[in-house]
């Protein structure tokens, strides 16, 4: 997957991507953990979502936020990480000008900064946020929520209650025309540190992308 380097608010911003075939090919963004708990664009989990999405057909971008890697900038609590996602997003549209549909998925910290992303785009049709932070941050802004989507949570996290997680399921899921898969991994704490759990969450994205695919082609 070719590396690309493309300009953000505070320069210079690394990523991975990539490209589909197919010049009407859907698009995903996909946003890492908190940058400064070690979280960059290779960890398990964002990488897992990549190859979801690559493999279903999709142009999918996974990118470091600002000082994580070779990205420019420091760490800027959300407001800039915001800023840089939007880039990101910009960049691969520009590479994309076809794609009808777009999704936007994140892990811990990169849930919350990709569930403000499609506060802010419209074009977002979907979402898979994975452990959200939702005892961490406020998620209030989600009021509408603007897309259905998955969240993925892990039982056993000790970071995330699961019960805070369940609650943030449960306001979204009661809005007109909202419906959220929630889905729960047995024994799995905040950073699903094995391969097995990294399995399951491909194997319920990948489920839920299927069936939703098929909806959002049919609207």
Same mark, same amino acid.
């Given at each position: &997957? ?21 010049? !009407? ?15 960059? &664009? ?38 800039? $990480?915001? %800023? ?17 549909? #777009? ?11 990709? &569930?403000?992303? &499609? ?20 998620? %209030?802004?989600?009021?509408? #929520? ?30 007109? !025309? ?14 699903? !540190? ?20 098929? $909806?959002?082609?049919?609207?």
């Amino acid at each position: &997957m070719p590396e690309v380097i493309f300009n953000g608010p505070e320069g210079r911003l690394e990523g991975r991507y990539h490209h589909s075939n197919d010049p !009407n090919a859907p698009v995903a963004l996909l946003l890492h953990p908190h940058p400064e708990q070690g979280g960059t &664009m290779n960890n398990r989990v964002t990488y897992t979502l990549f190859k979801t999405f690559k493999e279903r057909g999709f142009s999918v971008l996974r990118f470091n936020f600002r000082g994580v890697g070779r990205s420019q900038g420091i760490f800027d609590s959300g407001i800039g $990480e915001l %800023s840089d996602a939007a880039a990101a997003l910009d960049w691969m549209q520009t590479h994309n000008p076809n794609a009808r549909i #777009c999704w936007v998925g994140g892990f811990s910290f990169g849930a919350w900064i990709g &569930m403000q992303l &499609m506060m802010r785009r419209p074009e977002i049709n979907g979402f898979i946020s994975i452990a959200p932070p939702a005892n961490l941050y406020d998620f %209030s802004f989600l009021a509408p #929520c603007p897309a259905s989507g998955l969240v993925i949570h892990g039982d056993a996290d000790d970071v995330v209650p699961e019960e805070s997680v369940a609650k943030l399921v449960t306001k979204l899921d009661s809005q007109k !025309n909202i419906s959220i898969d929630y889905q729960r991994i047995t024994e799995a704490t905040h950073y699903f !540190n094995n391969e097995e759990e990294a399995d399951q969450i491909k194997q319920m994205s990948g489920d839920y992308l299927d069936r939703r695919i098929v $909806e959002l082609a049919a609207e």
